[in-house]
């Protein structure tokens, strides 16, 4: 009985320093509090800008454009294998060194060295300076006194991190804590065939993420993906399982009782999904990789032992989020701000690589019916947007299933806060 007195309590309750009262959105509309966060949360928190896979050998390199901190790393793997980030400015007038067909693109490729395109200056993959066109000209210069600007970068679990403070607050395990390191040990090396998509979002980026944090609308804006007993307003859905461990946030879901894990109810699917044997939930049958066998995942990727169990969903402070499915792959979300009311929205898909046709074919629908179930999400965030920036009302009242959201708004205040005080950044 005190099980279930437990399962029935309300997640709210289980952690009260988040209170039950309104929430104010005023962190979502005001420019001036949009400010305060670039210096309070993006340029002192460890910012996920990669995956290792995108720096295969020695000499690769990709830049990351940082609007929200008004800057661009170059991160590459020097000669010697070792992952580096640098501020992408040449050390001579500032120039934007590395960049493509305008120096406001991404780029990525091989090189042994980056060499400005304004005098030429070069720079190994270490940052080291090599090279300055008629050195003899400056006065009491020296190479080794201009190495690039190193940005602090740390890689777990193959994510690259970067933090832009100068000396961090916390390592970025220490950052991460034990929840999110609940993801140690699954095999991300295994799964890398990528499917990647983004868009430029009409809404503060904090209410887009609040959008994949929270299930209480899925019977609704999502209903055609449903199963019929999920399609019902009356009802609903609720997440059995929530978790909040310093500045990160935690759900994870159910699967469907008593249906073969190689098998999706045949009422739920698209047409598409019934041809192809795949959907939103991804490839029905799982691969055959020992390693993706749920019941060999870390621990930590069910912590609430959901018997059957679907998604997890681990969100990583302050905009990086990982879903984790038991069907063996995983998704990503980043939520990068342009403005106090616009940002830029990426959504990655990751599978085990693909060994026949057939195979790529499932993993390109589950990518592209995943990314409609996005998209009506984003369809709706103007309209948020403009709601919230009308100033009607001042603070909205949060249900118990809304217990991430509520977390997200109140971890946010902490940061900008500390930061007023002069103080680090929050830790976790």
């Given at each position: 009985m005190a099980d279930v007195a437990e399962r029935r309590a309300s997640w709210t309750g289980r952690y009260p320093e988040l209170g039950t009262g309104l929430v104010s959105y005023e962190d979502s509309i005001s420019p001036e509090f949009a400010e305060l966060e670039r210096e309070a949360i993006f340029r002192r928190a460890w910012l996920n800008v990669g995956r290792v896979e995108q720096l295969p050998r020695r000499g690769s390199f990709f830049t990351k454009e940082l609007a929200?901190?008004?800057?661009?790393?170059?991160?590459?793997?020097?000669?010697?294998?070792?992952?580096?980030?640098?501020?992408n400015v040449c050390r001579h007038r500032g120039n934007k060194l590395v960049w493509d067909k305008t120096p406001r693109d991404q780029t990525s490729g091989f090189c042994r060295q980056f060499m400005c395109k304004y005098h030429g200056w070069r720079y190994g993959l270490d940052g080291q300076l090599n090279f300055v066109l008629q050195e003899e000209e400056f006065s009491g210069f020296s190479k080794a006194d201009f190495p690039l600007v190193a940005v602090n970068c740390e890689v777990w679990e193959g994510f690259i991190f970067v933090n832009l403070a100068r000396e961090p607050g916390q390592s970025l395990l220490e950052f991460l804590g034990p929840m999110v390191r609940g993801l140690e040990g699954y095999p991300f090396h295994l799964v890398t065939e990528r499917y990647a998509f983004r868009a430029d979002i009409l809404s503060n980026w904090k209410i887009f993420l609040d959008a994949f944090q929270e299930y209480y609308h899925a019977s609704v804006l999502h209903s055609q993906q449903q199963v019929p007993a999920l399609r019902t307003f009356e009802t609903g859905f609720k997440v059995p399982?929530?978790?909040?461990?310093?500045?990160?946030?935690?759900?994870?879901?159910?699967?469907?009782?008593g249906v073969p894990r190689h098998l999706t109810p045949p009422d739920q699917m698209y047409p598409i999904e019934s041809a192809t044997r795949a959907g939103l939930m991804g490839p029905w049958q799982r691969p055959d990789i020992p390693e993706l066998d749920p019941a060999r995942l870390p621990a930590g990727i069910n912590p609430g032992n959901l018997d059957p169990w679907s998604i997890s969903n681990f969100q990583i402070f302050p905009n990086f989020v990982i879903l984790v499915y038991e069907r063996g792959w995983y998704l990503t979300y980043h939520y990068w701000p342009t403005s106090h009311n616009t940002h830029v929205w990426e959504m990655s898909f990751y599978f085990p690589p693909a060994r026949n046709a057939s195979e790529r074919i499932r993993h390109e629908v589950t990518a592209v019916v995943s990314k409609e179930a996005g998209l009506q999400d984003a369809g709706t965030?103007?309209?948020?947007?403009?709601?919230?920036?009308?100033?009607?009302?001042?603070?909205?009242?949060?249900?118990?299933?809304?217990?991430?959201?509520?977390?997200?708004?109140?971890?946010v205040g902490e940061w900008v806060q500390s930061y007023l005080r002069g103080g680090q950044a929050a830790r976790a």
């Open positions: 929200v901190a008004r800057t661009s790393v170059i991160v590459t793997r020097d000669l010697d294998g070792q992952v580096r980030a640098f501020h399982h929530f978790q909040v461990s310093g500045p990160h946030r935690l759900l994870s879901t159910g699967g469907w009782k965030l103007d309209g948020t947007q403009m709601g919230l920036e009308s100033r009607v009302l001042s603070e909205y009242p949060l249900s118990d299933q809304e217990i991430t959201v509520r977390h997200l708004h109140k971890v």
